[in-house]
């Protein structure tokens, strides 16, 4: 760090730092951009990275993960908080008159793969965890009880009550399977929002469409369920307004019965799995107790997290890893191993089970939302780039030239990326971040 704010060119180091937002792992680029006049071939202007700091471009990582880059997955949140909300109250290229829409959110869970410890509460009280009189003795020895009132921060929180009575197996296939659950839940959606209105689902087209933006969620235990915001449009999308017998009673019918029904098969195993008792069916209302603020901000807080709640890994694990060694919780550490074990059976190849052990076996998307919803990510990121470009042309910082004359060449070659503890410490102070963990340039 010192050695850093002795250098003659701390000052664009510093620039560097404050156009990437502070990203804990820029990325590292080498090389030059030239622009020449496509009528005479002249050049107009050069760039070249070699008058930067170490002779390279630090750019941001644009990752998701909080746990990676804080910088960059709170400009990931801020994003989705606006793609959500734009599908609630409009903007963003959406009408307002959106918000009149019927719209649910709805939280799809897991089953049980076994009793794991749990934090209760009632009227304000904690309760005990699983307090049973007559608690039976599993095979193992263990008493399938636990009378403690475990604290919010509690590392036994989604732990087995009996590690080796736990479907271990059942909890990491479901995770591999939820992408395709979620796709028959939206089809059989659309089949029962259909028939509980007496017309075919090619028919139903013609006069609503359903679109939603859901995110996955870890829980304690190490298994994904999904948070979704599902809204009914005309057949025009948001532009159109459904008509009056689409309400949001029907939606929350055809919700509760396709998230019973749908299973996904894994034929190899011969195992099928479904969805959870607990569904969560609730409106979302602009006065009410589920707001579209508070909605939007639920949504886009998950979008930045994975499975570091569990306790495991942010990189993928690789096979001549040591997974005794791993700085992981036992609990995780066992389901690590099953994706290793299953992942070696032929038939799972298509689940890719040891490519996404460190997820747990998931391997879908963490945000996804149905094409009408609202804006994209890309529509998002590419306003923003384009702002930023205006505001460099206005302060000088980039040539102005017209665009049909001028003909740009550029190379660059990828040298490296990260910053050391001390540059980290020094991008904290000169963004103003908190750096609750800090990462190195081979931490990763």
């Not at 102005?400 to 001028?406: G, I, M, N, P, S």
Request: glycine share 8%; aromatic share 6%.
């Amino acid at each position: 760090m010192i050695h850093r704010l002795n250098q003659p060119d701390y000052d664009r180091w510093a620039g560097q730092i404050r156009r990437t937002g502070g990203c804990r792992q820029p990325i590292h680029l080498r090389g030059k951009v030239e622009h020449y006049d496509q009528a005479t071939g002249h050049l107009l202007h050069r760039y070249s990275t070699s008058t930067e700091p170490n002779g390279v471009l630090r750019v941001a990582c644009k990752t998701r993960r909080a746990s990676r880059c804080p910088a960059c997955a709170e400009v990931y949140r801020a994003d989705t908080y606006q793609l959500v909300r734009a599908g609630l109250v409009g903007g963003k290229g959406v009408p307002e008159t959106v918000s009149a829409h019927p719209c649910l959110f709805v939280t799809l869970t897991a089953p049980s793969f076994g009793a794991v410890h749990v934090r209760r509460e009632k009227n304000g009280k904690v309760l005990p965890c699983h307090a049973r009189r007559d608690a039976e003795t599993c095979p193992h020895g263990q008493v399938m009880s636990c009378t403690d009132r475990h604290s919010a921060d509690d590392p036994r929180l989604g732990e087995p009550l009996c590690p080796d009575c736990y479907d271990y197996d059942g909890s990491v296939l479901f995770n591999a399977i939820s992408p395709e659950l979620w796709r028959r839940f939206t089809l059989a959606l659309r089949r029962r929002f259909a028939r509980l209105n007496g017309l075919a689902v090619k028919a139903l087209r013609e006069h609503v469409s359903i679109a939603f933006a859901k995110v996955a969620e870890y829980q304690r235990r190490g298994i994904v369920h999904f948070h979704a915001v599902i809204r009914l449009d005309g057949p025009d999308g948001p532009d159109s307004p459904p008509p009056p017998w689409a309400t949001a009673d029907a939606l929350a019918q055809a919700v509760q019965h396709a998230a019973a029904v749908v299973t996904a098969e894994i034929k190899p195993l011969s195992r099928t799995f479904r969805w959870g008792t607990q569904l969560d069916v609730r409106p979302i209302t602009m006065d009410g107790d589920l707001t579209e603020q508070a909605v939007a901000a639920y949504i886009a807080k998950y979008a930045t997290k994975a499975a570091e709640c569990v306790g495991t890994l942010d990189r993928r694990i690789q096979p001549l890893d040591d997974l005794a060694a791993l700085p992981v919780r036992e609990h995780a550490r066992r389901l690590i191993a099953a994706c290793m074990r299953l992942g070696g059976n032929p038939g799972l190849v298509d689940l890719r089970l040891t490519h996404w052990a460190h997820m747990l076996g998931f391997r879908g998307h963490f945000s996804t939302k149905s094409r009408r919803y609202s804006t994209t990510l890309g529509a998002l990121r590419a306003a923003r780039e384009e702002h930023m470009r205006a505001e460099q042309i206005t302060t000088g910082r980039l040539p102005l030239f017209d665009e049909d004359t001028v003909l740009v060449v550029a190379h660059w070659a990828y040298a490296g990326q990260g910053l050391s503890l001390g540059e980290q410490l020094l991008a904290s102070a000169i963004t103003g971040q908190h750096a609750p963990h800090l990462r190195g340039p081979d931490d990763r």
